[in-house]
């Protein structure tokens, strides 16, 4: 292949794409605007879905590395009521097909799967443009540019590739998670541990709640969601940790000490964390030498399917490209076709799942997501 592979965004879904480019000997440089691989924690807990994340780790060679990495019991699913009585109490049985892994230590694995220098770190992306006949220039904060023959868009949300094709903007989706945790739980905060349980928590109101997942070492791993307006959360003082602590707890007053205690005492400031979402029939005419995948293609609720999708985005792109090195154009449309189809699929989803979790009927409608009812 003679076309130089630039990738904006070592996130999941660009350091997939590098890696299974890797494995067909297809050289590619990735440029991230973070400093180095450790200057932010990457999240919490990712359930790896087996018609999608794990495909695409397949493909890129790392199905052992990945297996090493799951973390044993945590598909167990619990539901609470507000008085904190379980409604839905699943443990995990081994036979699960998601299993949970950080994503921190996934990405650590990806990175650790590329030659030396595939990442470019502290390069952040101020500008693009079309220079014709297939090629594109990446202008960064500090004024470097490259020029390049394939631009793939893996930077997320808020993506500087995406206007080359599309004028779509993410929309906020009126809801935002505020995101905790307890360190050491088990000790320390038994009783939400307890709560908790060995896996991941919903505890559900309209329009509010509590998702927790257990993670290494008894850390409960909290997002408290929340469906106000962001001037609503941008009245909150969020550089006063004790007073926005508070000020979100208010919201679950009246309900179980030991869900409430999963902000009120939380070890780690709030984070506010708004919620935004492309339109879910996102697509863009062909346009040589350019493409996304990932958050950056189709940003949509979050529905447990979003690391997933980029991952298997980013593997399809790099069996394509491996099988018509000469013809990239050829791979990039079959690949955008079909992840138009899927993408607009799961953003359905998501939206009847978002409802099913935050509607006027959760959290019944939740259990009956969870044991197949209607």
Partial sequence: MTTDVTIIGAGLGGLTLARVLHVHGIPATVYEAEASPTARTQGGMLDIHEDSGQPALEA?????????LVLEGRQAIRVLDRDGAVLFDKADDGTGGSPEVLRG??????????????????????????LGEGRHQVTFADGSTVTTGLLVGADGAWSRVRPLLSDATPEYIGMSAVETCLFDADTRHPASAKAVG???????APGKGFLAHREKGGTLHTYVMLARPRDWFADIDFTDAAAATARIAQEFTGWAPELTALIADGDTAPVPRPLFGLPVEHRWDRVPGVTLLGDAAH?????????????????????AIAAHPDD????????????????AAAATEGTYVHELFYGDDTPHSLINMFTGGE
């Avoid at 230590?105 to 079309?130: C, D, F, Y």
């Fill in 60 to 68: 890129a060679g790392l199905t052992d590395e990945f297996r090493g």
């Fill in 105 to 130: 230590e996934l990405r650590q694995m990806l990175l650790g799967s590329l030659p030396a220098n595939t990442i470019r770190w502290g390069h952040k992306v101020s500008g693009t443009r079309a």
């Fill in 198 to 204: 060995g896996g991941s928590l919903f505890a559900l």
């Fill in 299 to 319: 940003l949509s609720l979050p529905n447990g399917e979003g690391a997933n999708l980029a991952m298997y985005d980013a593997a399809e792109l790099g069996k």
């Fill in 328 to 343: 990239v154009e050829t791979a990039l449309t079959e690949c955008e076709q079909a992840m138009f189809l899927r993408s």
